[in-house]
């Protein structure tokens, strides 16, 4: 089975500071894909990336960053010169590609970020 | 391109009623999905269904029932209601495994 962990259940910080948003997975599948969501006081759920298993490439987008290491399980969501508008709660999420199709994501609990004035 | 819509926004249900979540994609996606967020928590899958006439079983599937008879439309049955189905529904698609595309959610709310 899988498993989403977000430890960091609530992360407050002044604006224009960094911030980092752990996420830690577990799956025994080799070809996964990791989602990041955004998800504002409004309720939707934004899009944020998505990595597959095999790329292990670090990205970067405008003030997002994402470290993606499998040998730690980790991928792990950077926001750079944080701003009030990024206050949301966000959640990390994986996706088992099995041969029959898709299977759903499996979230974490999500990570409330207070981005204060 | 509306991409995934839902309806009703908000619902308020007795317990034992019953009602349906519609969730419509134009997308022409194959895959559907259906998840419940509770607060303070993330979201879990009830159901998905892979194309017409193919649906299976999510992580938290008891009290809920699907259909999947065209690719557009993928409804969520309740029946007999009860107060621990309080919670927000999440219709989404996909092509492949790529975005998931989320519908707005429907609030429900069992008294």
């Known amino acids: 089975a899988q498993k989403v962990t977000q430890a960091q259940t609530e992360i407050s910080v002044v604006e224009k500071e960094d911030v980092t948003l752990d996420c830690v997975y577990e799956?025994?599948?080799?070809?996964?894909?990791l989602f990041w969501y955004k998800q504002p006081p409004s309720g939707e759920l934004v899009f944020l990336i998505r990595?597959?298993?095999?790329?292990?490439q670090n990205e970067i987008s405008g003030r997002y960053s994402w470290n993606f290491q499998k040998s730690t399980s980790s991928f792990n969501f950077t926001i750079t010169a944080s701003q009030v508008v990024d206050s949301a709660v966000y959640f990390c999420a994986l996706m088992i590609w099995s041969g029959g199709g898709a299977d759903g994501l499996t979230f974490g609990k999500g990570t409330h970020l207070i981005i204060q004035p | 391109n509306a991409g995934v819509t839902q309806t009703p926004k908000f619902r308020i249900l007795k317990i034992g009623q019953s009602m349906t979540l519609q969730c419509t994609q134009d997308?022409?996606?194959?895959?559907m999905y259906w998840y419940r967020q509770d607060p303070g928590m993330g979201l879990k899958l009830i159901y998905y269904?892979?194309?017409?006439?193919?649906?299976d079983k999510g992580e938290v599937p008891n009290g809920y029932n699907v259909s999947r008879s065209t690719t557009e439309d993928f409804p969520l049955r309740l029946e007999l209601a009860a107060p621990s189905q309080t919670s927000v529904y999440f219709c989404?698609?996909?092509?492949?495994?790529?975005?998931?595309?989320f519908g707005p959610g429907t609030r429900l709310t069992v008294t």
């Open positions: 990595r597959n298993s095999f790329d292990e």
């Open positions: 989404a698609s996909t092509d492949r495994a790529y975005e998931q595309y």
């Open positions: 799956t025994r599948d080799t070809t996964y894909y």
């Open positions: 997308m022409n996606h194959n895959y």
């Open positions: 269904s892979v194309g017409a006439g193919i649906t």
